[in-house]
Structure formats: C-alpha cells, structure tokens
C-alpha cells in the first residue's frame, strides 16, 4: 500500500500546552522541578496505569489532561511536605502517532497520519489518499470506528452525501475510512488476508463465505462475534460456528458491506 500522510510535517511547541492540549497514549513528557535536577522524570504517557515520579509515588490518569493540569497536581503534592515552593514544568516532547486507515476505492489507498493539534475529516483524508476512483460508491463510505461503551465492536459512520465542511467526520486514532467499490465487500479483523472481495455474479456472498475467501479466521479471532457493518444500520452479530454447525443462518452480505472479525479476548 502507499503511505499517506495527512500532516507531512510538525513541531512540538510551547503552545500545545497553551492550546488546552490533552494528552493521548504513547505521548512522551518530561517533567521537571526547577533547581532539583533528581525530580526529572522522562515517560510515556500510558493508556492505563501510573507515571511513577520520586517522593510523591505515583500520577494517575494522565491520559487525557493537560500538561498544566499534571504540572499542579505534581506541585501540589511535592508542596505537601517534600519540596518548599516547588516550580514543576511539564513539557511535551513528543507526540504520538494518530493513525487511519482509507480503504477501497481511492486513487492511492493507505495509512494516513493525523495532525495532533488540528482537526482532521474523513473528506480530508480521502482528498489526501487522491480522491474517490470512478467506480467507487461514494453513498455507501462509511467510517468504521471502534465502539466506546462496547470493546471489541464496532460504529459505522456514513460519510455524508454532500461536501459540507459542517457535516463532515472528524477523524479519531485508529479510524478506518471504507469507501466500497460497487461490487466488493470487505473483510477485515482477525483474518488471514483481510481484502476487498468480489460479488459473485450468480450466487449470493455470505458471512462464512466472506471469511473464508479472505483465507479464513486468524488465530486470535472470536468466531461466535463477527460483525457485519453496513451503512446506515447497527452493526449486526453473527456466530460463524453455530453457521457452521448447522445451527444458525448465514446472511447474506450487500456490495458496500464490511465484515469485521473481532480479537478473541475481547
């Protein structure tokens, strides 16, 4: 695939503090206390847990706060009997990646690269992937997003039917923009050969059928919770194995439609 790049380039500056930006997993800080060279610490902001720091144990929840929020707490507590009058400063010296996926009918499909101090749309990242190919099915784009109240599901989004900045879709990490060929399905997850698949001409396409022309399911996938993702309806649950055994039935799939097989542990 080609690389895309929304953001080919940008500096980490004083400002992002000032912008009331919230931190995000996998950004690095240093935090430090003026005149006290031991109380310097260098982390990675974590999706879950603690940044362990001297003397005061522990910050929790760094994950979405800002750099001046961290830089009180750290002040506060280091106050309360461990440092007189302590001038704590937390910069941020790297950011981390904000990656989406376009797929499908695009002149130049491929992982895009968000800006982390700006707004970015599904329209803009098609723009960025060199706009829709002729046959793409513009009507059925969908944003496939990873559900908040729900690990291991999936949103679908449509993208809207007209070029309104207001209406568009602000991009989130992790996003997969699917823009559908007339004629294809998509299968993604935990397969062996996540691809778009044909429409076959004379015989209906299903889940199982779906899944198994994409090489199968991988080892980690949770069979009993594939996922049909299709524009405009709640994603639907299907049990491939009880498909298999002969205790279920087996949809039958529309062009445009995306199957995603989610990780086990979920």
């Known amino acids: 695939m080609v690389r895309l790049l929304l953001i080919l380039a940008f500096a980490i500056t004083a400002s992002a503090a000032d912008s009331g930006y919230r931190l995000f997993p996998g950004d690095r800080i240093a935090i430090e206390v003026f005149g006290h060279p031991d109380l310097q ?20 929840g760094a994950a979405g706060r800002t750099p001046e929020d961290i830089a009180a707490e750290v002040t506060r507590r280091l106050a309360d009997g461990y440092v007189r009058n302590p001038s704590v400063q937390v910069q941020l010296r790297e950011y981390a990646a904000r ?6 009918a695009v002149k130049n499909p491929g992982a895009a690269k968000l800006d982390p101090l700006r707004p970015s749309s599904a329209l ?10 002729e046959d793409a099915d513009r009507l059925a784009a969908t944003v496939v997003r990873d559900d908040p109240d729900h690990p291991g599901r999936k949103l679908a989004l449509p993208l809207p039917r007209t070029e309104a900045p207001e209406q568009d879709i602000a991009l989130q990490h992790g996003d997969v923009i699917v823009v559908p060929r007339a004629d294809r399905i998509y299968v993604l997850g935990q ?3 996540p691809r778009a698949v044909a429409m076959p ?8 059928k779906a899944v198994s022309l994409a090489g199968g399911f991988g080892r980690y996938a949770k069979e009993t919770a ?5 524009r405009g309806e709640q994603p639907a649950a299907v049990d491939v194995q009880a498909v298999l055994a002969g205790k279920a039935t087996d949809p039958e799939l529309r062009a445009g439609d995306t199957v995603f097989v989610p990780e086990s542990r979920f």
């Open 226 to 230: 594939v996922q049909v993702v299709r």
């Open 201 to 208: 001409a004379h015989e209906a396409l299903t889940v199982s």
């Open 41 to 60: 610490v260098s982390a990675l902001v974590p999706a879950a847990g603690d940044i362990p720091f001297p003397l005061i144990g522990a910050i929790a």
């Open 191 to 193: 397969v062996n050969y």
């Open 124 to 133: 803009q990242a098609i723009g960025a992937a060199g706009g829709f190919e």
């Open 99 to 104: 990656i989406v996926s376009v797929i499908g």
